[in-house]
């Protein structure tokens, strides 16, 4: 608290970067429309100079334009002072931007580093190296029970595979003896039936008219399978 001639003044707080960038960004726009006001003055300066003969007159003219000529440069370095300004503002922010994302950072780091630590306090690695150990013994009785399940009790276990190899030896010599001939196995080829109609020999079907004997033919007609013709009963009216 200040005393300024007995009043009581509160301290103001310092204004932060981006009030301070705020400002000189708006001062930097003013500057700007007074060299714009200057360019245009300066431009109708140029248009008068060249309608204006020498002599007294254009300089008149000429002098005018040096001055607001130098006005527009002291707008222009004041320009340029206050882009510095700003320049500097934003490299500041950009740095406390940077310091906040840090502590952000960090302060989420701890709160997992503790959490995980939390989080350990119940798993232990001995308690899984353990369970790792009773699986393993569990998947071998199970493998133990399933072969015992799956034996066999019609084969015997005293089984000479010498003497299997030797029967399996001899069936394929069996079977390339039986393919030698038609380049088919015995038991594939088909049965060989005998043949009923040439055993029988019977003789075909008449197709046609059979012959007629010579004294038949001209004492009795014939009908169209060739058998007699019945004679037809005449009707009386």
Not at 52 to 65: D, I, N
Not at 131 to 149: C, G, K, P, R, Y
């Amino acid at each position: 608290m200040k005393r300024v001639f007995g009043i009581k003044k509160d301290k103001e707080p310092p204004p932060t970067i981006n009030d301070a960038s705020d400002r000189i960004n708006k001062r930097g726009d003013t500057v700007d429309e007074k060299i714009k006001k200057l360019d245009a003055e300066l431009a109708r300066y140029k248009e008068q100079i060249k309608k204006t003969r020498p002599g007294p007159a254009q300089e008149a003219v000429k002098a005018r334009a040096m001055r607001v000529l130098k006005q527009k440069r002291m707008y222009e370095g004041q320009r340029d002072m206050l882009y510095n300004q700003t320049f500097n503002l934003d490299q500041v922010s950009f740095a406390a931007e940077g310091i906040k994302d840090a502590q952000q950072t960090m302060s989420a780091l701890k709160s997992a580093n503790k959490e995980l630590k939390g989080m350990m306090k119940t798993v232990k690695i001995q308690d899984i190296d353990n369970l790792q150990d009773e699986m393993m013994d569990l998947m071998d009785v199970s493998n133990e029970i399933q072969e015992s399940l799956g034996r066999s009790y019609n084969v015997p276990d005293d089984i000479d595979e010498d003497e299997l190899m030797g029967e399996l030896d001899a069936l394929e010599a069996d079977m390339g003896m039986e393919t030698e001939g038609d380049g088919v196995p015995a038991y594939l080829q088909p049965d060989n039936e005998p043949d009923l109609e040439a055993e029988l020999s019977l003789p075909s079907a008449p197709t046609g008219h059979g012959a007629v004997p010579a004294g038949r033919a001209n004492n009795q007609a014939e009908d169209e399978l060739g058998l007699p013709a019945v004679p037809r009963a005449s009707l009386r009216g």
